[in-house]
């Protein structure tokens, strides 16, 4: 009894244990409600559902690792979705220069915000406001309602299939894979180090400035990819698309064991996390509950796991 106690503990005591946990009981929970949920196109498809929240997830962790708070992701994945609908670039060439063009909008509001941020001591929370407010104001200017159209190669291919697995699925690997070199990297180490004690990383030598304006940087990135994402699904454009993911985001980023405190936590878990919330809400139309309940049972399921992660943390270390 005393193993098997430990062993849970073990699995839940990590956010990606506990959001993996979570969504195979939520899995489980769909599959036996929903007869068609055990099918390849049922997968698919829950898989694509997840990625554009997953991948800003990502993001949003890296600044959340770091202490800071970063609303931008709203803004950039918008401003990316009505700039590929209303310009569309067909063929492969089109969707990767459409790619370039996502990373380089992320990119660069991500320097934006970590120059104020990192270097002008303007607090993350105020300056990635003010850059959501900009960049959604900008998706306003270039489309002032939904409409436009994304190039047929890119929203086809994307959510397609390549032996099997959603090309979707095939990203968030990649992403996970990049994280799994990253974190192991000076700058993954410096990231988690400036999160737990910032004073303590710079007098031991870590660039503080420097790995914060990273972070940012690469948080932007992902929420281009995000929009990238999000806009081979709808394959149309809405200059409010990201405001949706917004709360969910923070959402998924809590609920993938991340704390908000800094320094604990990782993309993985985040990764999981959204995914949880995606197959959530699917369960939830499969069983007819109305669409304003979900944010309410969205918020409960998010507080019953960082309860059970923070209580088998509790009681691991009651037991070392």
Known sequence: MKKSALSFTSITKSGAG???????????????VERSALSVSAFNDLVNNASPL?????????????????????????????????????????????????????????????????YGGFQSIAVTLATMIMTGGLALVILDAPGGYVADWLSETLTDTVAGIPVSGLVLLVVIALWAVVRKTDFGISLYAVGQDEHA?????????????????????????????????T??????????????????????????????????????????????QKLLFSID????????????????????MNATEWFGARRV
């Open 235 to 280: 394959a149309t454009g809405n200059p409010t698309a990201g405001n949706s993911l917004l709360l969910l985001t923070f959402a998924a980023i809590a609920l993938g064991g991340t704390s908000f405190r800094g320094g604990k936590g990782g993309l993985t878990g985040s990764i999981i996390g959204a995914a949880s919330l995606m197959l959530l």
């Open 289 to 308: 509950v109305q669409s304003f309940y979900i944010g309410l049972l969205q918020g409960i399921v998010m507080i019953i796991a960082v309860g059970l």
């Open 18 to 32: 506990t959001a993996a946990l979570l969504y195979a009981l939520l899995f489980l929970t769909y599959a036996s």
């Open 54 to 118: 997953a991948i800003a997830a990502a993001g949003g962790t890296l600044i959340i690792l770091l202490r800071g708070f970063d609303l931008s992701v709203a803004g950039v994945i918008s401003l990316v979705n009505v700039i590929l609908a209303s310009y569309p670039l067909d063929g492969a060439s089109g969707a990767a220069a459409s790619l370039c063009i996502a990373l380089t909008i992320g990119g660069l509001v991500g320097l934006l915000n970590g120059v104020l941020v990192a």
């Open 201 to 233: 990383a710079s007098l031991s030598g870590i660039k503080v400035q420097r790995t914060r304006c990273v972070a940012f940087v690469i948080a932007g990135a992902l929420y281009g990819l995000s929009g990238y994402m999000l806009s081979a699904q």
